[in-house]
T-cell receptor
Framework: DTGVSQDPRHKITKRGQNVTFRCDPI?????LYWYRQTLGQGPEFLTY????????KSRLLSDRFSAERPKGSFSTLEIQRTEQGDSAMYLC???????????????FGPGTRLTVL | KQEVTQIPAALSVPEGENLVLNCSFT??????LQWFRQDPGKGLTSLLL?????REQTSGRLNASLDKSSGRSTLYIAASQPGDSATYLC???????FGAGTRLTVKP
């Protein structure tokens, strides 16, 4: 399977704990995106990487959130000191950046559902 | 700030009907617009991407149009089937803003 994969698929944690999610993009894609989605809403953009560089961060990405993409391959999203309001589906997407097109088609992973008790 | 609106929020149709889903955006300075479907509890599946220079894209029973000047896109689904039941979302770039989606139910 050459699609976007995310791990874990589900995470239940207690308030105040730290959690880390992983995303493996489609291998030839150089852009990687993180989104958060709550019930009944569309995904909200958090951050994106082009190769290993983090090019944009949403104001939704508070200082408790950090994302990395070492070596421009997989990415991790860490949430420190989780709060109940962090409960959501965390989605990862990837795309390629080719000449002649600013933003190419995004392909999404299955998501990680976080529940903070 | 770019705002994306999808109306209606929910739609129920009998099998075989042709239907149109709407997506509106407030800032016409977009690069692309992408349509997705999402099944309950799942990730998003890409349906169509329309470049800002294009007017429409087609894939099978799906046809998406884009009118940048009026800030609108429509997704046309022909001969709907129960398997089309899902939430349909649109997203605009570079803002990476999504609408809240239209929940479609196709009844057998």
């Amino acid at each position: 399977d050459t699609g976007v994969s995310q791990d874990p698929r589900h995470k239940i944690t207690k308030r105040g704990q730290n959690v880390t999610f992983r995303c493996d993009p489609i291998s030839e894609h150089n852009r990687l995106y993180w989104y958060r989605q709550t019930l009944g809403q569309g995904p909200e953009f958090l951050t994106y990487f082009q190769n290993e560089a983090q090019l944009e961060k949403s104001r939704l990405l508070s200082d408790r959130f950090s994302a990395e993409r070492p070596k421009g391959s997989f990415s991790t999203l860490e949430i420190q000191r989780t709060e109940q309001g962090d409960s959501a589906m965390y989605l990862c997407a990837s795309s390629s950046r080719s000449a002649g097109s600013s933003y190419n088609e995004q392909f999404f992973g299955p998501g990680t559902r976080l529940t903070v008790l | 700030k770019q705002e994306v609106t999808q109306i209606p929020a929910a739609l129920s149709v009998p099998e075989g009907e042709n239907l149109v889903l709407n997506c509106s955006f407030t800032d016409s300075a977009i690069y692309n617009l992408q349509w997705f479907r999402q099944d309950p509890g799942k990730g998003l599946t890409s349906l169509l991407l329309i470049q800002s220079s294009q007017r429409e894209q087609t894939s099978g029973r799906l046809n998406a149009s884009l009118d940048k000047s009026s800030g609108r896109s429509t997704l046309y689904i022909a001969a709907s089937q129960p398997g089309d039941s899902a939430t349909y979302l649109c997203a605009v770039y570079p803002d990476m803003r999504f609408g809240a989606g239209t929940r479609l139910t196709v009844k057998p």
